[in-house]
T-cell receptor, first 112, second 113 residues
Framework: DAEITQSPRHKITETGRQVTLACHQT?????MFWYRQDLGHGLRLIHY???????NKGEVSDGYSVSRSNTEDLPLTLESAASSQTSVYFC???????????FGPGTRLTVL | DQQVKQNSPSLSVQEGRISILNCDYT??????FLWYKKYPAEGPTFLIS?????DKNEDGRFTVFLNKSAKHLSLHIVPSQPGDSAVYFC????????????FGGGTRLMVKP
């Protein structure tokens, strides 16, 4: 079955370290998204991509970067982790504009 | 400044009764609204949606109502079941803005047996 996976599911890191969270989908969807979920804020969009080599900033992109070298993967990198980036991160994908977004299981990141 | 708000962080109802979850929005460009359901340690899953050309959409036990003049939507679950206990997120999008989703803060629903 097609799916969207995230790894790792849990990560503890230290302030200042570089961290990369993986997102992989097997639906061959063009659009992929990264969100963070924080209490009281719901899900906020970090970055998104409409296709290979395309990346765009979302609402809360500072301190994060993404790259899209193929259709299946959209890794999220925290260049220098900060305690304010402690959160639960969700990746999502959809086939095209207007379609439903499907979410991965999430990665809980703790920055000490 | 949150464009989509869910003012009740939590809601507790008895099994078999109606659950009503509310959502307000401020951006008049929003023309498509969705509800997602999230269980602990899982990603959100799509539940039901409504276009701004409608005022009601029904799917089994779940009905979403949209009041455009009040910029308000609600999700009704009838009858509520213990398995409905989850966090519910309201989301909105605008056709002219790439259909990006803007989420509310979520409401935790607890259905007691």
């Amino acid at each position: 079955d097609a799916e969207i996976t995230q790894s790792p599911r849990h990560k503890i890191t230290e302030t200042g370290r570089q961290v990369t969270l993986a997102c992989h989908q097997t639906w061959n969807h063009n659009n992929m998204f990264w969100y963070r979920q924080d209490l009281g804020h719901g899900l906020r969009l970090i970055h998104y991509s409409y296709g290979v080599q395309d990346t765009n900033k979302g609402e809360v992109s500072d301190g994060y970067s993404v790259s899209r070298s193929n259709t299946e993967d959209l890794p999220l990198t925290l260049e220098s982790a900060a305690s304010s980036q402690t959160s639960v991160y969700f990746c999502a994908s959809r086939n095209r504009d207007g379609d439903t977004q499907y979410f991965g299981p999430g990665t809980r990141l703790t920055v000490l | 400044d949150q464009q989509v708000k869910q003012n009740s962080p939590s809601l507790s109802v008895q099994e078999g009764r109606i659950s009503i979850l509310n959502c307000d929005y401020t951006n008049s460009m929003f023309d498509y609204f969705l509800w997602y359901k999230k269980y602990p340690a899982e990603g959100p899953t799509f539940l039901i949606s409504i276009s701004s050309i409608k005022d009601k959409n029904e799917d089994g036990r779940f009905t979403v109502f949209l009041n455009k003049s009040a910029k308000h939507l609600s999700l009704h679950i009838v009858p509520s079941q213990p398995g409905d206990s989850a966090v519910y997120f309201c989301a909105a999008s605008a056709t002219g803005a790439g259909n990006m989703l803007t989420f509310g803060g979520g409401t935790r629903l607890m259905v007691k047996p």
